[in-house]
């Protein structure tokens, strides 16, 4: 049932265990390039991230199917738990393939718990209140996120590396508690059965939201080169804690979050986000200039502002677009493009990179190329619909 009084038991119920879930599985993030070096695989630091989304991006429609029959709790509780089986697993990896077996196992979490949160919320708060909810959502995924890359970070300089993993582990089993003890939101549900897992071909993609999820792709590629590229620019500026930039620039996010949301409420979501690829560009082109501590802090705040921005407004406006019954499949479709282009962003940065100093700068320029064809498929995109 909708309630006008955003801040309550269940959403804040929420917000703490996503706080914690994003926490865990970006706890490890900071440390995986040079443990992939360890193991030898140091010429594939572009997978760290793209297998990751690859089984994420699989998974989608199914969670989103899930979520819509079965409730939104069961699969925010599986991602969950397969989060705490990957961060307990990372330990006994000894080679370069079961690394990347277990990237891909990992993948899941985020291809089932993100999608049954949105549709939580969703569930929760009333039409003319979604951007500011989902702006409220995002400073907790926020938080969780530079939580978690500043704490992995510092546990990963000051003791053995097997340490973050268990870190990872514990923080995604306190996720399962408080999810364990939150009421469902669903009101006509189905118990599970192993026929639910055969998806039609009009079940994977919400052609209601494939403007939003091609323009998420094109925004998010960023993300995932900065993910992939950033723990070996970060040491290439002498900067020793691998997960002070992803710290710094998800801070910045917080405040314009709940702002953006709120604004989007009022004057539309495309107009914000506009706004936010065309600052999302220019803060590509920032980083690639950085060439010290302070450029750098001042380009991952410029970063966080156009995430800030950007986040809760696609959700946002997806939401708005999406038929109520289809809710979950329509987040699960905004999702698949998500991953999409997290992946993308890594596999080609990765390639651009080629672990060489001297590819930083191109490197950085084509995330600042692909948020800018971002903004103009934007201005296409709503201009062609508004003709229509």
Known sequence: MKQERLINRPFLALSLSAFLFFASFNMIIP????????LGGGDYKGLIIGLFTITAAISRPFSGKLADEIGRLPVMIFGTLICFVAGLAYPFVTSVIAFFALRLLHGFSTGFTPTGNAAYVADLVPFNRRGEAMGIIGVAISVGTATGNAVGGYIGSAFPIDYVFYASAFTALMSIVILAGMDETLVHKVKFNFSLLKLK?????????????????LSVFSFGLVLTIMPDYSAHLGISN???FFAIFVLASLGVRIVAGKISDKVGRVKVLKVSSFILSVAMILIAFSTSLISLIGAG???GLAVGMNSPTVFAWAIDLADGEKR?????????????????GAVISGWVYSNSSANFENTFFTGAAVAFVG???????????NRT
């Open 242 to 244: 691998k997960g002070l």
């Open 301 to 303: 705040i410029i970063f």
């Open 201 to 217: 071909k009009d079940e994977i993609i919400e052609k209601r939201v494939l403007v939003p999820a091609i323009y998420m792709a």
């Open 375 to 385: 903004f103009i498929y934007l201005n296409i995109a709503t201009n062609i619909k």
């Open 31 to 38: 440390m995986l390039p040079d443990y992939l070096t360890s």
């Open 328 to 344: 979950g499949k329509a987040l699960a479709t905004l999702y698949i493009f998500l991953e999409i282009g997290i992946g993308l």
